[in-house]
């Protein structure tokens, strides 16, 4: 028997609690199903071996509900990996757990995204899984300046690491290769390091020197062979045999040379140099990888610590994470807005350039709206706190960043899969071609710098660093401009978009349509009188060309009537009573489903909506009475962002409910390509869905409730920054400007970070399956140098260096214009 928790959505009542429960308990193998409407969730104990979750919300889903797996997603920080193994070791481990549902290690950012079924598996459970692979996870709320300083102290901890392994790795060369380059210069060396004269003192003070460079870089070793031993190999695992061959070489070297046997090779200054080198460049690497997350750093950095509020009639200081829902904050000018909140008490004007990227600073006065970590201008203000902590705006978006950084693209399975298998091969290869030299009539020394080399230049980091570095660099510098990108994915398929699909109102236009004409049918209706009934019946209307019919009506003075039996109906307008007659308002369909003929005004009509004007028809007790004409005025960017698009190689179509002609007036205007007018808001996925069916890759640019399912049918979703909350949740791309232009920038940097990403993997493989056989031998094979493996580890430490270098090219990328 199992118990599972639930998440059902649908339940308004009580009367939903027991049909769920019902539905639950009639499937046989069910003994228990108890509903909390509260928390909206369905507890649920069952026998697995007659009924399967799947089953369970089958059931629940035909009762007219949605039942879904109750899941946790969690954020953990993994410390000790070093390359591309080390996260399929952690992923690994992490997926084997029952009760998982995914698990994606970002090896850029040294994070776990978790995601689980609390009632099947808990977050200590899953430490345990990663700490018995060898690694820590460490479950803990990073702040800029915790995170800051932790890298700080790794830089210094790598630097002080490579100093102190310099110091006696410099003389420990000199001491082995001095022989060679005197011979080579005909040069003789002081009797003191003379190998000819003194060996045993030699071999000794190589030794000596070796030591401090193996205990500084002990911790290659301590994770290099724990990973081995628990059948993950990591780069650490090849860095640590590799030395260790050479100085076990080097022991028993000495040991000859102390026994009289002067014929044998030291190999201790490659241990040492291999150690220093590779300590040289993770330190690149993590100064390296600091850079990439600087995006996120400044977002986090834009938060003030402190907050003043007022408590018992007293301006008090206060930690900012103390502050609470109904605080009244007090922010003076030149100050940071603390939280997001609705000013109370004065008037200013405030910088939001940071989240909108508008530089002219925005008026507010009581009521309106105040965004966390804007800029107070030039007033005081006192304002009532409405969202703390994880709930501001800067917040949401730190956590949109961060997510999207966490995520990963597509493009890299392939990088994840070949990283699997990558360190056991070069295990293997590294045997193979030393034993071969070997019992082909080579030296022992000659096999051994062969087996180190192979190890020692062969690099996973490059994999492994290769599509992260990118992704958190291209998402970085997109939330620099405004531009949301929430997850690899989004990014990856934005590059691909074919078709751009805008909503009308509010996206090519400004969303603030104004009345320009009013036209009476019969002389004895005023206009006046027309005006006023229309904006009686939207009174309270939120459609952008009700509310537009009323603010005319008011700027006129003009008196509401009252209304009666008020019916919305949605794509046609809407049907009211005043003065007891029955009043229609709305567009042509709803007239021609109500019978009411509209040859009076057909030609006035057709002429408004040639303008690129919609009009609104009156009827009064089923005779249409006038039209009211509204116009909304194009962005100024619109036109400027589809010539771009067009450039660009993409067609462009718009989707609106007005008629024909008034979207063809819109669209001549602004250069569309494809024209979808008269489209019920429940019909716009569909439409999209056409587009896709003829093979087309899809974004929809929209911004209200209404463009949710289509925002969700498209290839991506771009939502525009000022719309809806249910139009942003449902997007893959935010703008927070609503600026269109940034629909360009969004591909265009979509387009450069997957550029970026291929280079990396190509820069990434072509590295291994050149460097790799280059170790083994084949130039020697072919009459050319054999490569030393002190060479090789130079070579292999700044490979991931270049790759992560590459990835901050991206820095540079700015916005379409």
Not at 500 to 516: Q, R
Request: glycine fraction near 8%; aromatic fraction near 6%; proline fraction near 3%.
């Amino acid at each position: 028997m199992v118990s599972k928790t639930l998440k059902i959505e649908g339940m308004t009542c009580a009367s939903c609690v027991k049909a769920v429960e019902r539905a639950s308990k009639k499937i046989d193998g069910v003994t228990e199903a108890n509903v909390n409407l509260a928390t909206e969730k369905l507890n649920i104990s069952f026998d697995e071996a007659k009924v399967k979750v799947s089953d369970i919300q089958a059931a629940v889903d035909k009762a007219g509900y949605k039942a879904l797996i109750e899941e946790t997603t969690r954020m953990l920080r993994i410390e000790g990996m070093t390359c591309a193994s080390c996260v399929k070791a952690v992923e690994r481990a992490t997926k084997k757990l029952d009760g998982i549902t995914e698990a994606n290690v970002n090896l850029a950012t040294e994070k776990l995204k978790v995601s689980f079924e609390p009632s099947k598996v808990r977050i200590s459970d899953i430490k345990k899984a990663i700490e018995k692979a060898g690694y820590k996870a460490i479950e803990e709320e990073i702040t800029v300046d915790m995170d800051k300083e932790n890298k700080e102290k790794q830089i210094k901890a790598l630097w002080n690491r490579f100093v102190i392994s310099a110091i006696f790795a410099v003389p420990l060369l000199i001491l082995a290769m001095g022989p060679m380059i005197a011979d080579k210069l005909n040069f003789n060396l002081p009797m003191a390091i003379d190998p000819m004269i003194h060996i045993k003192v030699y071999a000794i003070i190589e030794l000596i020197l070796v030591l401090p460079v193996i205990a500084t870089g002990r911790k290659y070793f301590i994770v290099g062979f724990r990973s081995l031993i628990k059948r993950s190999p990591n780069m650490d695992s090849l860095v640590a045999m590799g030395t260790s061959a050479a100085f076990l070489y080097g022991l028993y070297g000495t040991y000859e040379i102390l026994r009289g046997n002067s014929q044998v090779q030291l190999y201790f200054e490659s241990a040492g140099v291999i150690l220093t080198l590779i300590t040289l460049g993770k330190y690149f690497e993590i100064v390296s990888k600091g850079k990439t997350s600087e995006a996120i750093k400044k977002l986090m950095g834009l938060v003030p610590k402190t907050a003043i509020i007022i408590r018992d009639d007293k301006a008090i200081e206060i930690q900012i994470d103390e502050v609470e829902v109904n605080d009244i904050v007090v922010v003076k000018p030149g100050e940071k807005m603390p939280v997001d909140g609705e000013v109370v008490e004065g008037s200013t004007s405030v910088d939001e350039a940071m989240l909108t990227g508008e530089s002219i600073p925005v008026e507010k006065n009581i009521g309106d709206n105040i965004i966390g970590a804007s800029i107070n201008k030039n007033g005081s203000i006192k304002y009532k706190a409405t969202r703390v902590g994880r709930d501001t705006a800067l917040s949401q978006i730190i956590k949109l960043v961060e997510d999207a950084q966490g995520s990963k693209a597509p493009i890299a399975k392939l990088a994840d899969v070949i990283a699997g298998y990558f360190v056991p091969i070069v295990m293997v290869l590294a045997i193979v071609s030393s034993l071969g030299w070997y019992f082909s009539g080579e030296s022992a020394v000659f096999s051994l710098t062969i087996f180190i080399s192979v190890l020692v230049i062969a690099c996973p980091c490059a994999l492994g660093l290769a599509t992260p570095t990118a992704i958190m660099v291209g998402t970085g510098k997109g939330a620099e401009y405004g531009v949301l990108i929430k997850s690899g994915t989004a990014l990856e398929t934005a590059h691909k978009i074919q078709t751009v699909v805008f909503d009308k109102t509010g996206t090519i236009t400004e969303g603030k349509p104004k009345v320009t004409d009013i036209v009476a049918i019969s002389k004895e209706i005023s206009e006046e009188y027309l005006l006023q009934i229309a904006a009686s019946a939207e009174l309270g209307s939120e459609h952008p060309l009700g509310e537009a019919i009323v603010r005319d009506a008011e700027e006129k003075k003009l008196k509401f009537k009252s209304t009666e039996d008020f019916k919305a109906i949605p794509g046609y307008g809407i049907k009211v009573k005043i003065d007891n007659n029955n009043i229609l308002l709305g567009n042509k369909k709803l007239m021609e489903t109500s019978n009411i003929s509209l040859s009076d005004c057909e030609e006035a009509s057709n002429k408004l909506a040639e303008e690129g004007k919609t009009p609104m028809y009156i009827a009064l007790e089923e005779k249409l009475i006038g039209i009211i004409a509204v116009a909304d005025t194009v962005k100024k960017n619109s036109k400027k962002a589809i010539e771009k698009l067009h450039n660009m190689g993409i067609e462009v179509a718009m989707i609106t409910g007005d008629n024909k002609r008034t979207a063809k007036a819109i669209a001549k205007l602004v250069g569309i390509d494809i024209i979808l007018a008269e489209v019920m808001p429940k019909d716009k996925a569909s439409e999209v869905k056409k587009l896709q069916n003829e093979g087309k890759k899809v974004a929809m640019v929209g911004d209200g409730i209404n463009d949710a399912p289509a925002l969700a049918q498209a290839d991506i979703g771009i939502a525009i920054g000022s719309g809806t909350d249910v139009a942003i949740e449902s997007a893959d791309i935010v703008l927070m400007r609503s600026d269109l232009m940034d629909v360009a920038t969004a591909i265009e940097l979509s387009k450069k970070t997957i550029r970026n990403i291929k280079q990396n993997l190509f820069w990434a493989f072509g590295y291994n399956t050149l460097g790799i056989p280059v170790a083994m031998g084949v130039l020697y094979l072919l009459g050319g140098p054999l490569l030393n493996p002190m060479i090789a580890a130079l070579a292999m430490s700044f490979s991931s260096v270049s790759v992560l270098t590459n990835a901050l090219r991206l820095k540079g990328f700015k916005p379409l214009i």
